[in-house]
């Protein structure tokens, strides 16, 4: 499964509008990740009102989204 680190990709199989997820690698500040997702009308407390999720690692991270089940369209 191909993770794209600081790209914004669009969930395909959500059942929420416009589902969108952005990983960040914040390893030199909390040593892991930081995944975001929002949607159309999101309230998470975020600027954007996006939700956030951490991993402490990349093996972590795919176990993230292989358990989240997401199809993810990244930009090219």
């Known amino acids: 499964m191909m993770i794209k680190i600081d ?3 669009d969930v395909l199989n959500s059942a929420r509008v416009g589902h969108k997820i952005r990983v960040v690698d914040d390893s030199t500040a909390s040593g892991g990740f ?5 949607w159309d009308g999101s309230s998470g407390p975020n600027t954007k009102g996006d939700f956030d999720s ?3 690692d990349e093996d972590s991270l795919h176990q993230f989204f292989t ?10």
């Open 67 to 76: 358990e989240a089940g997401w199809s993810i369209d990244w930009p090219a």
């Open 7 to 9: 790209s914004v990709g």
């Open 34 to 38: 930081i995944i975001y997702e929002w």
């Open 54 to 56: 951490w991993v402490p």
